[in-house]
């Protein structure tokens, strides 16, 4: 059994690494209240340009503050704890069904061949990393 949940999460790290999709796990209203309040505080000292010089420090030191938040989502599905990975595992196989494979590369080429099916299990992926972990998905171009 413990084999067959590193294969889907290999799956899973081929769709999300195919889709070029990151997540930032709840950093980036940090990032956003200290640029917020720090325009607010120079707009209070020094007025529209105190806003100006505030907006800019604080966005600086936001960006310093969540540095690293934003992960490649194969990055953030081999972090999963075991009772995590089992989780995304289950949602997964309800829509897989009865697919039998006997490797890895087995298993991915029989889900990237069926269109519908790597639509499916991506929007599941992408469901469970959104509501589980609380994460924002987002689109590399």
């Given at each position: 059994?413990?084999?067959?949940?590193d294969d889907?999460?290999?799956?899973?790290?081929?769709?999300?690494?195919?889709?070029?999709?990151?997540?930032?796990?709840?950093?980036?209203?940090?990032?956003?209240a200290?640029?917020?309040?720090?325009?607010?505080?120079?707009?209070?000292?020094g007025?529209p340009?105190g806003?100006?010089?505030?907006?800019?420090?604080?966005?600086?030191?936001?960006?310093?503050?969540?540095?690293?938040?934003?992960?490649?989502?194969p990055?953030?599905?081999?972090?999963?704890?075991?009772?995590?990975?089992?989780?995304?595992?289950?949602?997964?196989?309800?829509?897989?069904?009865?697919?039998?494979?006997?490797?890895v590369?087995?298993?991915?080429?029989?889900v990237?061949?069926?269109?519908t099916?790597?639509?499916q299990?991506?929007?599941?992926?992408?469901?469970?990393?959104?509501k589980?972990?609380?994460?924002?998905?987002?689109?590399?171009?």
């Amino acid at each position: 059994m413990c084999q067959r949940v590193d294969d889907v999460m290999k799956l899973c790290c081929e769709l999300s690494a195919n889709q070029q999709v990151q997540t930032t796990v709840k950093q980036s209203s940090k990032g956003a209240a200290t640029a917020g309040g720090l325009a607010f505080a120079g707009g209070l000292v020094g007025g529209p340009l105190g806003i100006a010089v505030g907006g800019a420090v604080g966005g600086l030191l936001g960006c310093w503050l969540t540095s690293g938040t934003f992960k490649p989502l194969p990055q953030i599905i081999m972090e999963l704890t075991p009772q995590q990975q089992q989780m995304l595992y289950r949602d997964l196989m309800v829509i897989m069904g009865d697919i039998q494979w006997t490797e890895v590369a087995q298993l991915i080429a029989l889900v990237m061949g069926n269109a519908t099916l790597k639509q499916q299990l991506t929007g599941a992926l992408l469901g469970y990393v959104t509501k589980e972990l609380q994460a924002k998905v987002h689109y590399v171009d």
